[in-house]
């Protein structure tokens, strides 16, 4: 669809930690990352995150779930207005459901409606064509961080943790030709990261966070629910792996404890989960660079840091944007798309081969 010159594209992403929409503008040729443009951001009101919250879980056709859609097009709609010389967009959509075994995946929100409204193409539907083809769906970030490994110059392996509702990480190595390559790529969903935390405070505190882990950082660890947690068939699984927002095994585990165990505790899970997960790398990473909401919690990343040999950063440190780096992720991913380049690859998702994946609804 496209040639291969450079093209400005908008990502949006609205993630599982359901705060709001981050928009970012990126120029690329789907390949090579040639410059960052302005950035956005859209939160959900208290009222927009009850309708989302509510809808968790639900599949096309549920109850409720035509609203969510209404509401994610509209909040996405209004991020795009404020965008100029845009000439593709990449629109990710809410997730409701993540069920890559059973009955698929789930983002609620019509990329057709939203290229309609903008008045130029749109790429959506990310995930399905993966789950299709055998692959979990997700992570789908790696082959952007691939390319931010090629871009700042990296050497040797690398690895990307985003700290969003769901952790999730990938290992690179920049060495490779391309992404798909062999070897160039291992990435898995780590576990549950803000999710649980942000659902304590918003059900306990009334509160949409605990703020840069403040409360945490003076509660006591549970060490028996961090171990009954890293019991978890999840843990044992070969990688490529993904998860759905909510994690049973963290299903009234700490109920019995006060605010502040309770949070350190689930952080402790968290950063448990990540450092499980470094064990599947095929070699160690030069550093770790964090990206997400969970990068401004001092407490978290604290724990994270305790845990492991590398150095622990925000990606900041290397000159990036760490609020904006999932948002950018799907606007280098629409480009590769419309150019019929692979999105996903066995090393990623689990599935078969390198795959393209995505819709694209012009106006």
């Given at each position: 669809?496209?040639?291969?010159?450079?093209?400005?594209?908008?990502?949006?992403?609205?993630?599982?930690?359901?705060?709001?929409?981050?928009?970012?503008?990126?120029?690329?040729?789907?390949?090579?990352?040639?410059?960052?443009?302005?950035?956005?951001?859209?939160?959900?009101?208290?009222?927009?995150?009850?309708?989302?919250?509510?809808?968790?879980?639900?599949?096309?056709?549920?109850?409720?779930?035509?609203?969510?859609?209404?509401?994610?097009?509209?909040?996405?709609?209004?991020?795009?207005?404020?965008?100029?010389?845009?000439?593709?967009?990449?629109?990710?959509?809410?997730?409701?459901?993540?069920?890559?075994?059973?009955?698929?995946?789930?983002?609620?929100?019509?990329?057709?409606?939203?290229?309609?409204?903008?008045?130029?193409?749109?790429?959506?539907?990310?995930?399905?064509?993966?789950?299709?083809?055998?692959?979990?769906g997700a992570p789908l970030a790696p082959f952007y961080h691939f390319a931010l490994a090629r871009?700042?110059?990296?050497?040797?392996?690398?690895?990307?943790?985003?700290?969003?509702?769901?952790?999730?990480?990938?290992?690179?190595?920049?060495?490779?030709?391309?992404?798909?390559?062999?070897?160039?790529?291992?990435?898995?969903?780590?576990?549950?990261?803000?999710?649980?935390?942000?659902?304590?405070?918003?059900?306990?505190?009334?509160?949409?966070?605990?703020?840069?882990?403040?409360?945490?950082?003076?509660?006591?660890?549970?060490?028996?629910?961090?171990?009954?947690?890293?019991?978890?068939?999840?843990?044992?699984?070969?990688?490529?792996?993904?998860?759905?927002?909510?994690?049973?095994?963290?299903?009234?585990?700490?109920?019995?404890?006060?605010?502040?165990?309770?949070?350190?505790?689930?952080?402790?899970?968290?950063?448990?989960?990540?450092?499980?997960?470094?064990a599947h790398f095929p070699a160690e990473p030069a550093q770790l660079l964090v990206c997400g909401?969970?990068?401004?919690?001092?407490?978290?990343?604290?724990?994270?840091?305790?845990?492991?040999?590398?150095?622990?950063?925000?990606?900041?440190?290397?000159?990036?944007?760490?609020?904006?780096?999932?948002?950018?992720?799907?606007?280098?991913?629409?480009?590769?798309?419309?150019?019929?380049?692979?999105?996903?690859?066995?090393?990623?998702?689990?599935?078969?081969?390198?795959?393209?994946?995505?819709?694209?609804?012009?106006?």
């Open positions: 669809m496209l040639e291969s010159q450079p093209v400005t594209v908008l990502g949006m992403m609205s993630g599982t930690s359901l705060d709001g929409v981050d928009a970012a503008l990126l120029r690329t040729d789907g390949e090579r990352i040639a410059g960052f443009g302005p950035t956005a951001y859209r939160a959900y009101t208290d009222s927009e995150r009850a309708v989302l919250r509510a809808a968790l879980g639900r599949w096309p056709g549920d109850d409720g779930v035509e609203d969510v859609a209404e509401l994610v097009e509209t909040a996405h709609a209004e991020i795009m207005a404020r965008f100029d010389g845009v000439e593709l967009a990449g629109f990710h959509g809410q997730t409701l459901a993540h069920d890559p075994r059973g009955r698929g995946t789930h983002q609620a929100g019509s990329g057709a409606v939203l290229a309609l409204v903008a008045g130029y193409p749109v790429v959506w539907d990310f995930r399905s064509s993966d789950i299709q083809l055998g692959g979990q871009h700042i110059g990296a050497k040797a392996p690398v690895a990307f943790l985003n700290l969003g509702g769901v952790g999730n990480v990938t290992w690179v190595d920049p060495s490779r030709a391309k992404p798909e390559d062999e070897g160039a790529l291992l990435a898995f969903d780590t576990g549950p990261a803000n999710a649980p935390l942000d659902d304590l405070c918003q059900s306990r505190l009334g509160l949409a966070r605990d703020e840069g882990g403040a409360l945490a950082a003076t509660g006591q660890v549970d060490a028996d629910v961090v171990r009954a947690f890293l019991e978890d068939g999840y843990f044992f699984r070969m990688p490529p792996k993904s998860l759905d927002r909510h994690f049973p095994a963290l299903d009234g585990a700490v109920a019995h404890l006060s605010d502040a165990d309770a949070l350190a505790t689930l952080s402790e899970c968290a950063a448990a989960a990540v450092a499980e997960g470094f909401g969970g990068r401004h919690n001092a407490d978290l990343m604290r724990r994270i840091a305790r845990r492991l040999a590398c150095p622990v950063v925000p990606v900041e440190s290397v000159g990036l944007d760490g609020d904006m780096l999932e948002a950018q992720a799907f606007a280098y991913l629409a480009v590769r798309v419309a150019r019929g380049l692979p999105t996903s690859c066995p090393g990623t998702t689990g599935v078969a081969a390198a795959v393209g994946g995505g819709q694209v609804s012009t106006p």
